[in-house]
């Protein structure tokens, strides 16, 4: 008696086939219900995929103009942070050192120039600044420090004024010094050219950077030197020169000072440009985003829909294919 099921393997394996099939398009509507996200892209885009490949080209260069604004704004926050400190070693040191100098009191005018190395020390330290691995303030040369050690610089600087024949040999040699071809050049070890513009979103570009060898730096440099050199224990200057020494570190400190703060307040021009650029961008990512989520998302109540109409489907191969399984031609001929 023949009891094997009536379907022929041909039909068995299209059952099987096409509960695979229903299946894997469950999974695929599980997935979009869960995430509400269009898994066909192609499909989505309505046959025609360069609208959504222009999104995403739009968005990649977004992110990329946003990780660049972002590095630049860095840098400049950085950098702002160091020229204000410099701000601050000039602003401790020249009013007071001038206020006693005027008054003809070497004793407090001593007591303030005391500070002047560890201040000149702090200051060379702080323009050897890195950020992200760049030096700030050695210009396109990013890889190397800034200055040389500040001992060095100190010592050239005692040598010049030991040679001095008096104050304003002194004064014209310290300022010798750190003029451009001066000897302070060899201490500088950064290069010449600034460090690249920080580009933004619009195709233009601004200066976020400030170089150790800059004016206002060589400025603050020159007077906090000859304040430390004139106090300092191993003095080899002229004789009777102190008084000028101070007055003239104090005219200079204090004209650096003003410098800075014009340097800075340029900077403050940029760091608004850099701020404007990220508010920009973020605004014209948004968009793009509403547009890509637009076009691939995947509306939560038609994805419940047909999941549920998918998995009735199912249901009903596995149905079938059970209750095909189940006949035998003993079964038809009864």
Do not use: C
Request: aromatic share 4%.
């Amino acid at each position: 008696m023949i009891t094997g099921p009536l379907p022929d393997l041909a039909a068995t394996l299209r059952l099987q086939r096409d509960a695979g099939a229903v299946r894997a398009s469950l999974e695929r509507a599980g997935r979009e219900l869960s995430t509400g996200k269009k898994e066909d892209l192609f499909a989505a885009s309505g046959g025609d995929p360069r609208r959504l490949l222009a999104i995403e080209g739009s968005q990649a260069r977004a992110a990329r103009e946003a990780e660049t604004v972002v590095l630049a704004q860095g840098r400049l926050s950085l950098t702002q942070s160091v020229m204000g400190g410099l701000q601050g070693l000039a602003d401790g040191l020249g009013p007071e050192l001038a206020a006693a100098v005027a008054r003809g009191d070497m004793n407090s005018a001593r007591i303030h120039a005391a500070g002047a190395e560890d201040a000149f020390r702090n200051a060379v330290q702080n323009l050897n600044t890195t950020y992200a691995g760049r030096t700030l303030f050695s210009g396109a040369a990013v890889d190397t420090p800034a200055l040389d050690d500040p001992d060095l610089i100190f010592a050239d600087v005692a040598a010049v004024v030991a040679g001095a024949a008096d104050a304003a040999d002194a004064i014209a040699q310290v300022e010798t010094y750190f003029d451009v071809g001066g000897g302070f050049d060899a201490r500088f070890l950064g290069a010449v050219e600034d460090a690249p513009r920080a580009g933004i979103d619009s195709g233009d570009s601004v200066d976020i950077s400030r170089r150790a060898d800059d004016p206002e730096v060589r400025e603050l440099l020159r007077g906090l030197a000859i304040a430390a050199v004139t106090v300092d224990s191993a003095y080899a200057g002229p004789a009777d020169a102190q008084g000028a020494l101070f007055e003239e570190a104090a005219a200079v400190t204090m004209s650096a000072r003003e410098s800075l703060v014009q340097s800075r307040a340029l900077l403050g021009l940029s760091e608004q440009a850099l701020e404007d650029a990220s508010v920009r961008i973020a605004a014209r990512k948004d968009t793009l985003d509403l547009a890509w989520n637009h076009a691939v998302s995947r509306d939560p109540y038609d994805a419940a829909a047909e999941f549920q109409a998918i998995e009735q489907q199912l249901q009903r191969v596995f149905l079938v294919t059970s209750r095909l399984s189940q006949l035998s031609l003993t079964d038809f001929l009864r």
